[in-house]
């Protein structure tokens, strides 16, 4: 028996990388032999952090995690992750708005790419509330968001100063 390394891919914009994420992240890396995180560079989407500092505060959060990859992408994710050899793409799920976004992107990636499968995670409890849109409020309205993200975000954050969210 031929036993080919299961490959996931774990997509998102990552701006802020938050503990919704990393429970997301190590849980997948405990399902599969290979998770690549990929900062997804989506031009319709007004980011805080530029793609090369989502993908850097990736690489920190996730250096414990030896099965972890992090890369960036921009264009078709069902591109990306046949390149790589995936097997499944990893999303979390918080709430029925969520489900309902991601059982639709998870048909049309099954049409432009069938081999590939996603699987759909549970957030953890503690971090059901978590939205980087909410972190990036919260922070830009002085508020102190450390519990919700590693320390290095926390730094980052801080040194963007207060951005007001458009």
């Known amino acids: 028996m031929n036993e080919r390394e299961r490959i996931a891919i774990c997509p998102?914009?990552?701006?802020?990388?938050?503990?919704?994420?990393?429970?997301?992240?190590?849980?997948?890396a405990q399902l599969f032999d290979r998770v690549i995180v990929v900062a997804a560079d989506y031009s319709g989407k007004q980011t805080l952090f530029d793609l090369a500092e989502r993908e850097q505060l990736l690489r920190e959060v996730c250096a414990h995690l030896a099965n972890v990859e992090v890369e960036s992408f921009g264009g078709l994710l069902t591109d990306f992750a046949r390149s790589?050899?995936?097997?499944a793409m990893v999303k979390g799920l918080r709430t029925a708005d969520d489900l309902q976004h991601e059982q639709?992107?998870?048909m049309m990636n099954r049409q432009?790419?069938?081999?590939?499968?996603?699987?759909?995670?549970?957030?953890?409890?503690?971090?059901?509330?978590?939205?980087?849109?909410?972190?990036?409020?919260?922070?830009?309205?002085?508020?102190?968001?450390?519990?919700?993200?590693p320390a290095v975000v926390a730094e980052a954050l801080a040194r963007k100063g207060r951005q007001p969210q458009r």
């Open 112 to 149: 432009l790419l069938p081999e590939i499968d996603t699987v759909l995670l549970m957030t953890s409890p503690g971090a059901l509330y978590l939205s980087s849109t909410l972190i990036k409020e919260v922070h830009a309205l002085g508020g102190d968001v450390s519990r919700f993200v």
């Open 84 to 87: 790589r050899g995936a097997v």
């Open 104 to 106: 639709q992107m998870a």
């Open 12 to 28: 998102g914009t990552f701006d802020p990388v938050h503990n919704g994420h990393l429970d997301i992240i190590g849980r997948a």
